[in-house]
């Protein structure tokens, strides 16, 4: 055994569950809340020009962010389950090796994407909906989100995937937490102050991108602290793992990169579909897109806290204490969801203008926002059994049921949705295909659950 000493290891073994996955989850849950205000910060005070088309423009980078997000999970999730898992089994020398490597590909792969953003940039924001009005805006935000800051907004979520992996959780959800945080306060400054009327979307993808700038810094400082008494190294010397782990850790990141792929191929659907219907429409899909995030950020900062200590177990044979962990993050995640769409029903109309005053965009995205919400406890359900399978190196199923989702039931509904309901039948899609996924996702766990025996 290659076990090294970590005093993060208890939270695995030993403390009770309710008292490991609050410790696990709750910095996780504090940064995914803050990556959304930090979202929605840019809409927010974008939305103070009153100029939906300045609001449509920037919601078209939602897609392309989550492609961004499909490297980050490639060599986040693919290294940082695989790493829990290592820990689990003793070999934590070749946890190094893993983390190095997925350190060094995120930074090549996160490269070559912004390369080919700078190569593409105004064909793919016509791909996406674009319009002549809105075409400007959309080209300022995503050259400074995107070709200028892709390397450490997708080296950032790569990094607190890798610490959150090995017990630190805090200082994964503080290095998220603080590139939010600095987001926030540096939005008016460059889009009011430093910048003249006009720019307010250049002056917010300014602000995102030193934000990230900021947040990747302070992850590479906390793991070269971290690399005598922690697994993690970021060392040149490290980075060739054996063949096997290098196939693990793409077993389990490349389904997770589709599956953030076809989410980002629904959203572009659900773009080029809107603004079919004109601008107006496009803008309040683009606010309800991000307004509905908050449970849903909750529910993932959840599965966050949960993977690592569902793989450490998995690997361990201690299958009891993963049931554990599983159903009782799976309950608190419900309770979450069912609560959130109680409050989304009732303040929807709030919440729509707390983004904007344009009266038709408020009206539009009220009735958008009560029907979207609706999905939330279902999508939890599915996004939540993906990571479980995930986080114990089951690709395989990760990608069945993530792929299902999307190429199955989510992208034929919104085509036929869109021909029988028009703008309507876009946004009650997501409910309707997640209740039918939601009961899917539950029989191939329960065979699974069957089919795992302790060991000897």
């Known amino acids: 055994m290659q076990k090294i000493h970590n005093a993060n290891r208890e939270i695995f073994e030993t403390w009770p569950i309710p008292k490991a996955l609050t410790e696990l989850a709750l910095p996780m849950i504090f940064g995914q809340l803050i990556i959304l205000i930090y979202n929605l910060a840019d809409t927010f005070f974008i939305g103070r020009t009153n100029n939906p088309l300045m609001v449509a423009g920037v919601s078209l980078l939602l ?27 003793g070999r934590d020398n070749e946890a190094k090796t893993v983390s190095a490597f997925c350190f060094y590909m995120t930074i090549i792969s996160a490269g070559l994407f912004s390369l ?81 009327k006009g720019y307010e979307v250049l002056g917010a993808g300014i602000a995102t991108m030193l934000s990230n700038v900021i947040s990747c810094s302070y992850f590479l400082i906390m793991i070269y602290r971290l690399r005598h008494s922690g697994i993690l190294s970021l060392s040149i010397r490290n980075v060739l793992p054996s063949r096997h782990n290098v196939y693990s850790v793409f077993a389990v990141g490349v389904p997770a990169a589709i599956a953030v792929t076809l989410f980002d191929v629904t959203y572009i659907i659900i773009d080029k579909l809107a603004s079919g219907y004109g601008d107006i429409p496009l803008a309040a899909v683009g606010i309800v897109l991000k307004a509905e995030r908050l449970p849903l950020n909750v529910g993932i900062g959840l599965c966050q806290g949960m993977m690592p200590l569902a793989a450490y177990n998995y690997s361990a044979g201690n299958f009891a204490r993963m049931r554990e962990a599983v159903n009782f993050s799976r309950l608190v995640g419900l309770v979450i969801g069912f609560v959130a769409v109680a409050l989304y029903e009732i303040f929807a109309a709030d919440i729509m203008r707390i983004f904007i005053d344009d009266a038709r965009t408020v009206e539009l995205g009220t009735h958008f926002l009560r029907a979207r919400v609706l999905a939330t406890p279902f999508m939890f359900m599915c996004f939540h059994l993906v990571n479980f399978f995930q986080a114990v190196g089951h690709g395989g199923k990760a990608l069945a049921l993530g792929a299902s989702r999307w190429v199955v039931f989510n992208i034929p509904l919104l085509f036929v949705m869109n021909w ?35 060991k000897a």
């Open 63 to 89: 897609p392309v962010f989550n492609i961004s997000i499909t490297f980050a999970n490639l060599f986040g999730i693919g290294g940082g389950t695989l790493i829990s898992r290592l820990m689990g089994a």
């Open 116 to 196: 080919l953003m700078f190569t593409f940039l105004e064909p793919i924001l016509r791909l996406l909906g674009a319009s002549t009005d809105t075409l400007p805006f959309a080209k300022q935000y995503t050259f400074c989100v995107i070709v200028l800051g892709a390397v450490p907004t997708i080296l950032s979520m790569t990094l607190s995937n890798l610490l959150r992996s090995t017990g630190h959780a805090r200082q994964a959800g503080f290095g998220v937490s603080m590139g939010g945080i600095i987001n926030i306060f540096l939005d008016p400054l460059f889009m009011f102050v430093l910048l003249p």
């Open 420 to 454: 029988v309901f028009g703008m309507y039948g876009i946004v009650w899609t997501q409910v309707v295909a997640d209740i039918m996924m939601a009961a899917v996702s539950i029989v191939v766990y329960l065979q699974f659950e069957r089919s795992i025996k302790p």
